[in-house]
Structure formats: structure tokens, C-alpha cells
């Protein structure tokens, strides 16, 4: 069975359309795989970055404990 001009372009055509396809599903596995990645990674610093707000909160806390005790060792040093 020998196909015609038009059915052998037809045929190309639609070989070259399931290449493409192919192509762009591989791109689009890559991109879904590393928008993940990145949704992995953002969130890993979300959590990084609230455990260090909340370690600034504590020292800042532990910091005017400090300036409260040393404000009251001056104060009674000057009154002794």
C-alpha cells in the first residue's frame, strides 16, 4: 500500500505533532516537579524564618530582663 503525497505529509505532520507533545510533556513534568521543590523549600523557610522571629521575641525579652536588673543594681549601688 503506497500513500499519497498528502497522506505521507499527514502522516509527518502528525509524527512530528506526538515528538512535540511528547517534548512538552517531559517540560511539563520537569516544571510541576520543580514548582514542588520550590513549594518545598519556601515553606522550609516560612518555618525557619518564624522560629527565628520567635527566638528574636525571646531574647529581646531576656534583653530588658537584663536592663531592668542592671537599672536596679545601678539605682541601690547609688543609693549604698
Not at 517531559?26 to 514548582?35: D, K
Not at 521543590?37 to 525571646?58: G, K, M, P
Amino acid at each position: 500500500m503506497h500513500l499519497s503525497e498528502s497522506e505521507a505529509k499527514a502522516v509527518a505532520s502528525a509524527d512530528l505533532a506526538a515528538q512535540e507533545a511528547a517534548e512538552l510533556r517531559g517540560q511539563l513534568s520537569e516544571l510541576i516537579e520543580r514548582a514542588h521543590t520550590a513549594e518545598v523549600r519556601a515553606q522550609e523557610i516560612e518555618r525557619r524564618a518564624d522560629d527565628l522571629n520567635a527566638e528574636l521575641v525571646r531574647l529581646s525579652h531576656q534583653n530588658a530582663e537584663l536592663v531592668r536588673a542592671l537599672a536596679e543594681a545601678v539605682k541601690s549601688r547609688q543609693e549604698g
